[in-house]
């Protein structure tokens, strides 16, 4: 599983310059196999992390992109009119509606580009589709959505996602441009790569490899000692103690932070080539609260969990 990471990182790299986070967060995402949402500015690469994402993985892959009147059926395939002759009593003829399966039923990587630009109703259904990961009662392929919005709160014509969607997003990441930033050096790489190239995404090469067409038995091969998890309950506990974290302005949701985030802590021991989580691995909780506290708060998880893991060890 690491080579198959390190290539797709090395796609990712050749193509996109910077924004090192959001490439580790769809890395860490793909691993534990949970989905992604990245908001940020328009024009600073989050659709062509997201597509090269999936090239790179070499995995079945569908894209969509949302509009104000996306409506569910198109999420999930085609439906065809099929007629059948009635034999017996007049004849006649049998009008009937079929489904031939596609979109998110059939795709490994879904990409669900500008998803707060969807009807509340499609978006809702959709959502659990992905969370439970099964359409009538058939399992899905997916492994993992990755979902891009511009910014909620400004003028732009999208809604926020409710709570209980945004939670269904393990991964939570913030984009922004390499101007806004005043990252110059970067900003140069990105003028030299195109002045003498220009993109095709369909010239990407993908990583050739099965690990992802298995079952991710992988992560159960990771341990988690006790120490980890102890570290993981003080950090939740001070956010809630200290920084006035409850229920009316945060999402630590059980879901979240007793399931998930052990997935995702046991992708950073794969990323880097363990197989036992350290306490230095609840870096990647960042990525987890981007969205899930107030923004304040957000900025200082680095901080906060290095005092921490300091103070424990
Ligand atoms: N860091 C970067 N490295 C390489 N190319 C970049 C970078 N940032 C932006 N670009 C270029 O800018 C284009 C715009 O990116 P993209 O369309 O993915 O933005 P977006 O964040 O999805 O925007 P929107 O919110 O408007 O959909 C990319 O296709 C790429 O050509
Ligand atoms: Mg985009």
């Not at 691993?31 to 990245?38: D, F, L, N, S, T």
């Not at 990961?133 to 891009?148: D, H």
């Amino acid at each position: 599983m690491l080579n198959t990471a390190v290539k797709i990182k090395e796609i990712l790299d050749r193509y996109v310059v910077g924004h090192n986070d959001i490439k580790e967060g769809l890395l860490l995402a793909l691993i534990a196999r949970e989905h992604v949402y990245i908001e940020g500015a328009p024009g600073t690469a989050k659709t062509m992390l997201a597509e090269l994402t999936a090239k790179a993985a070499n995995l079945n892959f569908y894209f969509y992109q949302f509009h104000r009147d996306t409506r569910l059926s198109e999420l999930i395939g085609d439906y065809i009119i099929c007629r059948e002759p009635q034999s017996g009593n007049g004849g006649g003829e049998l009008i009937s509606q079929r489904l031939i399966p596609g979109g998110i039923l059939t795709a490994q990587l879904v990409v669900l580009d500008d998803i707060t630009r969807a009807p509340g109703e499609a978006l809702n259904i959709m959502l659990r589709l992905l969370n439970e990961r099964e359409y009538k009662g058939a399992r899905l392929p997916l492994l993992t959505a990755i979902a891009t919005s511009n910014p909620t709160q400004d003028d732009y014509y999208n809604e926020p996602l409710d709570l209980a969607n945004l939670d269904r997003f393990t991964i939570q990441l913030k984009s922004s441009g390499l101007i806004n930033r005043g990252n110059w050096e970067d900003a140069i790489s990105v003028m030299d790569y195109y002045t003498e190239h220009i993109f095709d995404k369909d010239t990407v090469e993908g990583f050739k490899g099965d690990l992802f067409q298995q079952p991710g038995r992988y992560l159960l091969d990771i341990k988690v000692g006790a120490k980890v998890k102890q570290q993981l309950i003080t950090f939740l506990e001070h956010l809630i103690t200290n920084f006035n974290l409850n229920e009316t302005n945060s999402l630590l949701t059980d879901r979240t932070f007793l399931v998930k985030a052990i997935s995702i802590l046991k992708a950073k021991a794969i990323l880097e080539g363990r197989t036992e989580v350290v306490p230095g691995d609840l870096s990647v909780l960042k990525y987890l609260m981007t969205f899930r506290v107030p923004p304040e708060v957000a900025q200082r998880i680095d901080e906060i969990l290095v005092d921490l893991v300091e103070k424990k060890n």
